[in-house]
Structures are given as structure tokens and as C-alpha cells.
């Protein structure tokens, strides 16, 4: 084991061009016991770019090269990972994701990337190998996923469409959380995905939909599947504020004002009558 880790690092050096072969990985994430985990990963090289069928990725326990828990070759890999880790990055495109399913409370790792050579026309091993054991993903185990967050556009207005937001993140991008909604169908619902943080993504379900004055004080309740099985909700109360209200307040008012010019248009009559028969009278008397 000496004699091979001593190689390893040697090789991690170019010796064509003394340039170092580098990856870089989220060296902590939060994985949620029983679903799955996705761990980023790219790796660089000096000199061409070398085509995937020249390379060959392992992931291993810590610095026990051979506790092997991803290879393609399946015989090599650890009894426990065995069926439960996939390599979802292209190795030609520098990049070395690993998805982890099913994950075990034991899951912690750390992990680390190793990268082989190998012979294009027979597909052997060759000399070159490059281990990457400073840079090593670790897992924090929860027993929960969390619980979605809801938010709110405004106010929600009787006959107008009025939008809910259900949100979680997650470490899971290649088997996002499944939403669903206490009302309406899924014509009502859009559903985006996005990395928030290196390593952690955003998985959020927004519902459209025109409340009517039944849905006043109504709860709604949004539902997050997770992959694996576990399942979290929230709720919250609809308030709808009606076109009613609108109305009570418009129609006094509009009476209000139109009681004030009607009697202001009377008062204005009234005086031009007194006026006139006031002229009538004066005329009356100078003569």
C-alpha cells in the first residue's frame, strides 16, 4: 500500500510538462438518510484534451485507495456501495460528479476522486494514475428532509389570478423533490429547478390559480416527495379580499358625493329664484 500511494503521488505531477493534475469537489454537504446525494466534481490536466474512452474514474474511502465505492468495474467496488453509486459526469468534459442513492447513515465518507489512463486499442491500465486526496467530499447525515417553504404574492384579490410558492433545497439534482398541491391541477402549477449554492439546488412549485370568495380563510397545503420516500408539507391560510369590500367603500361615497351636488345644484336654483323675485320686488317699488 505504501509502495502504491508513493507511485500515486508521484504521478501527480505532469511529466511532460511539470504542470499538476488538480480536481476540486464540495468538500461538505448535508444528504438526507434514505434518498440521495450528489457530489460535484471536475477535475483539470495540462496538455490535450483527452477523450472519455482514455479515461477511466474511481471513487475511493478516504486515502484506502482500495476501498473502492464507484468503478466500472463492478467487482471492484465495496459489497455496501455496491448498486447505489453512478457516475453522472463525463470524464472527457473534466468532469467527475458521483450521484449516491439509497444513503446509509454510514455514508459519511470522506470520498475521493482517482483518475486512470488507459490504452486506446486493448483498453489496459497504464502507469498514469492521479489521486486526488486532499480534495475529499464529506457527508452530514440527516434523519429529515426539510420542510418546504410557502410564500405569498400580495394580497389575494377575489376573480384575479393570485400566485403560491413551495420551495425546498436539496442535495439531490438528479432526483428532485416531487410537489404536490391540496387544490387545483397540475395545468396550474410550474415547476423550476436551480443551483442555489455550490452543491445545493432549489427545487420550486409555483401554482396559479383565481381564488373565488369560498376560498376566503381556506387552507392550502403543499406536499414535497423526496426521492427515497420521505415526505414533508406545509400549509397555510388563503385570505381573499373580496370585490364586496371594494364596493362598500365606492358606493357611499359615490352617494355622498352625488347627494352633494344634487343639493348644491338646488341651493344654487333656490337662490337664483330669490334673487330674480327679489329684482322683481325692487322694480316694483321704484316705480
Known amino acids: 500500500t505504501d509502495v502504491i500511494r508513493f507511485h500515486l503521488e508521484c504521478c501527480i505531477c505532469s511529466p511532460a510538462l511539470g504542470e499538476k493534475w488538480t480536481a476540486s469537489v464540495v ?23 483527452l477523450p472519455t474512452s482514455r479515461l477511466r474514474g474511481i471513487w475511493h474511502l478516504s486515502k484506502e485507495d482500495t476501498k473502492i465505492v464507484y468503478s466500472e468495474d463492478n467487482t471492484k467496488v465495496l459489497d455496501s456501495f455496491k448498486g447505489r453509486t453512478n457516475m453522472l459526469g463525463k470524464l472527457g468534459d473534466k468532469n467527475c460528479t458521483l450521484e449516491i442513492t439509497d444513503v446509509k447513515d454510514h455514508d459519511n465518507g470522506p470520498f475521493c476522486f482517482r483518475i486512470e489512463l488507459v490504452k486506446t486499442h486493448d483498453n489496459k491500465e497504464t502507469t498514469e494514475k492521479y489521486s486526488f486526496v486532499d480534495e475529499c467530499a464529506e457527508l452530514k447525515m440527516q434523519r429529515d428532509p426539510p420542510e418546504p417553504e410557502l410564500f405569498q404574492s400580495n394580497t389575494a384579490v377575489q376573480g384575479k389570478p393570485y400566485a403560491i410558492t413551495c ?7 438528479s432526483h428532485v423533490p416531487v410537489f ?25 412549485s409555483i401554482m396559479v390559480f383565481i381564488p373565488e370568495e369560498k376560498d376566503d380563510h381556506t387552507q392550502i397545503t403543499c406536499t414535497a416527495a423526496f426521492n427515497g420516500g420521505k415526505v414533508k408539507s406545509r400549509s397555510i391560510q388563503l385570505n381573499v379580499k373580496r370585490i364586496g369590500n371594494i364596493y362598500h367603500i ?28 327679489i329684482a322683481e320686488l325692487q322694480s316694483r317699488e321704484g316705480r
Open 250 to 277: 365606492i358606493i357611499p361615497v359615490a352617494v355622498a358625493i352625488g347627494t352633494a351636488v344634487i343639493f348644491g345644484v338646488i341651493c344654487i336654483a333656490v337662490m337664483k329664484k330669490y334673487k330674480n323675485r
Open 27 to 49: 468538500k461538505s454537504l448535508e444528504a438526507v438518510v434514505g434518498s440521495c446525494v450528489v457530489l460535484p466534481c471536475s477535475f483539470n490536466y495540462p496538455g490535450t484534451l
Open 167 to 173: 420551495s425546498v433545497r436539496h442535495t439531490c439534482p
Open 180 to 204: 404536490t398541491w391540496s387544490r387545483g391541477s397540475k395545468d396550474d402549477v410550474i415547476h423550476i429547478q436551480k443551483p442555489v449554492l455550490s452543491g445545493i439546488w432549489e427545487t420550486q
